[in-house]
C-alpha cells in the first residue's frame, strides 16, 4: 500500500475545491485566481473541467455561480465528466467564504510545481538512455524545463502608484546617499558612461567594428577595468583567441609593456617586476576567461548559466557572435544569427546581467563611418539589441590616395598599427541618448584609454 501510495502524484483535493467554491461565491476570486493558476494546475479532471468553465465565463463578462457554471458546462458537453450538477452545487459548501482564494490558489498552483517536477524529473530520466542524443542539448533542455518553470509561476499583480511612491523615493534617497555617477556597471570611459550610465542588467549590447579596429582590445579594456578596478565578477567568452593569448594582453595591459616583446621575449629582466605586479592585480580580479572555440549556443548558454550561478557574473562579454554555432546548421547563415541574437537577448533578461557581444561589419562598411545597416549577416541584430556601438578609426592605408581598401577587405597590418583617435558610435541606445565618443587607441597595450588621459 505504502509503494502504491508514493506512485500518487501529489496533490490537494481539498484545496482545488476551495478555490473553486470561492470563486463561485466572489467574482474578486476568480481574478485572484487566474493570477496563480491554469485549468492544467488542477489534478482532478473535473476540477479541470469546471475552471476551464469559470475562466470561460469571466472572459464572455458573465458572473460564475452554480446555474451559470451548470449551463456553461451542460453547452459544452463536461457536465459529466465535471462529476455533474450534484458536485459543482456541493464546492460552495467547501468554504464559508472567499477571503482565503489566494491562499488556496498558491496551495493548488504549488502543488502543481511539483508534479511538473516530478514530470520533468522523468522525461530527463527516459532522454538520458537515448543515445541519439547529444548529452549536452539534453543539459540545455533540462535547464531551460527548469527555467520555464519558475519563470511561468510568477504571479502578476497591478500596483498603486501610491504602493510605488514610497520604494521609488527610498532609492533615490539611496542613490544620493552613495553619490554614484552611474546606475549600471561602468565600462571605464567616461564619456560612454555619461550617455549609458552603465551597462544596465538584461540589456543585450552590440559592439561592431571591421576586423583589427580593435573590438576585441575594447572588450577587454571594459572587461579588465570591470574586473580588476571595480572588483565585479565579470565573465569574457573567447571563440577566436585562446585565453594564453588573452592573458598576454591583459599583462601587456596592465604592466605597460609593449604587447610585441611579450610575444617574442625580447624584454629585459627589469620588466619582470612590472609583470609580477600586474600578475597580481589580475589574480586578485574576479575575471573568468572561457576559451571554446565552434562553442555551440546551447554550451554558451549552460556556461553562461553556470557562471551566474556559481561565481555571480555581473557581466559577460562575448567575443564574437559570428563565430557561435548553432543545432541547426543547415538553416540559411542569416536564420542562424537570427537564433543567436534572440537567444542572447533571452539570456540577458534570464539571468538579469548586460551581455556584451562582438559582431563583425560587413565589407561596404570598410573605409566608411559604419551604421546600423552595417551589422553582418542578419537585421535581427540590429531588432534584439539594446545597445549597438561601433568602432571607427581611420587607418593609414585608407589616407593614400592610391591605396583603397585591399581586396581582401581585411585589415592592414598598417591600420591596425597606427595609434590615434578612435571613434566610438553610440548608434542605438533603446532607454538613452546617441552620439560618439572619442577614444584613444594605444597600440603597444593594445587597449584604450579616454582620449583625456595621456599616453603612459
Known amino acids: 500500500m505504502a509503494a502504491l501510495k508514493d506512485k500518487i502524484p501529489p496533490h ?13 461565491l466572489d467574482a474578486e476570486a476568480i481574478a485572484v485566481a487566474i493570477q496563480y493558476l491554469r485549468p492544467d494546475d488542477f489534478y482532478s479532471n473535473a476540477n479541470k473541467a469546471i475552471y476551464e468553465a469559470v475562466l470561460g465565463l469571466f472572459n464572455k463578462g458573465v458572473k460564475a455561480d452554480i446555474l451559470t457554471i451548470t449551463s456553461e458546462l451542460k453547452q459544452n458537453g463536461k457536465l459529466e465528466e465535471a462529476g455533474g450538477a450534484a458536485y459543482v452545487a456541493s464546492l460552495t459548501n467547501v ?33 538520458s ?45 539611496r542613490i544620493q546617499a552613495a553619490k554614484k555617477e552611474f546606475t549600471g556597471i561602468p565600462s571605464g570611459f567616461d564619456e560612454l558612461d555619461k550617455l549609458t550610465s552603465g551597462f544596465q542588467p538584461s540589456e543585450f549590447i552590440i559592439i561592431g567594428a571591421r576586423p583589427s579596429v580593435g573590438k576585441t582590445a575594447l572588450a577587454l579594456t571594459m572587461a579588465s577595468y570591470i574586473s580588476i578596478q571595480k572588483h565585479i565578477p565579470t565573465a569574457f567568452f573567447s571563440l577566436e583567441m585562446s585565453d594564453m593569448s588573452l592573458m598576454l594582453r591583459l599583462i601587456s595591459s596592465e604592466a605597460k609593456i609593449n604587447s610585441n616583446k611579450l610575444r617574442t621575449g625580447y624584454f629585459p629582466n627589469s620588466d619582470f617586476i612590472k609583470i609580477q605586479e600586474a600578475a597580481g592585480r589580475l589574480y586578485d580580479a574576479p575575471l573568468y576567461l572561457v576559451d571554446m572555440p ?3 549556443l546551447l554550451d554558451l548558454r549552460a556556461h553562461a548559466r ?14 564574437y557572435l559570428g563565430l557561435i554555432n548553432v543545432e541547426n546548421f543547415r538553416v540559411p547563415r ?33 573605409g566608411e563611418k559604419p551604421n546600423l545597416s552595417s551589422l553582418r549577416d542578419s537585421g535581427s541584430i540590429e531588432q534584439d539589441a539594446d545597445v549597438v556601438m561601433f568602432l571607427h578609426r581611420e587607418r593609414e592605408y585608407e589616407k593614400k590616395k592610391e ?3 585591399n581586396d581582401s577587405g581585411g585589415a592592414s597590418n598598417e591600420g591596425e598599427k597606427k595609434e590615434g583617435t578612435t571613434s566610438l558610435i553610440l548608434a542605438k541606445q533603446r532607454n538613452g541618448p ?18 583625456s588621459k595621456e599616453r603612459p
Open 12 to 24: 490537494d483535493d481539498t484545496a482545488e475545491q476551495a478555490t473553486l467554491g470561492a470563486a463561485l
Open 95 to 127: 468554504v464559508p467564504t472567499s477571503a482565503n482564494a489566494e491562499y488556496y490558489a498558491q496551495t493548488v498552483q504549488n502543488y502543481s510545481l511539483r508534479r511538473a517536477m516530478q514530470r520533468v524529473s522523468n522525461e530527463n530520466i527516459a532522454q
Open 129 to 173: 538512455f537515448d543515445e541519439s542524443l547529444e548529452p549536452r542539448a539534453i543539459l540545455e533542455e533540462i535547464q531551460q524545463k527548469l527555467f520555464d518553470l519558475s519563470d511561468n509561476r510568477q504571479a502578476f499583480k497591478a500596483k498603486s502608484v501610491r504602493e510605488l511612491l514610497p520604494n521609488v523615493i527610498a532609492a533615490l534617497e
Open 294 to 296: 565552434n562553442m555551440k
Open 306 to 319: 553556470r557562471l551566474r550561478a556559481q561565481q555571480k557574473v555581473a557581466i559577460i562579454f562575448i567575443d
Open 334 to 366: 542569416f536564420e542562424q544569427i537570427a537564433e543567436v541574437s534572440r537567444s542572447l537577448k533571452s539570456l540577458a533578461r534570464e539571468l538579469d546581467i548586460p551581455i556584451v557581444a562582438l559582431s563583425q561589419l560587413t565589407r561596404a562598411a570598410e
Open 403 to 405: 591605396g583603397g581598401v
Open 434 to 451: 546617441v552620439g560618439t565618443v572619442q577614444l584613444t587607441f594605444l597600440s603597444d597595450y593594445t587597449k584604450f584609454t579616454n582620449l
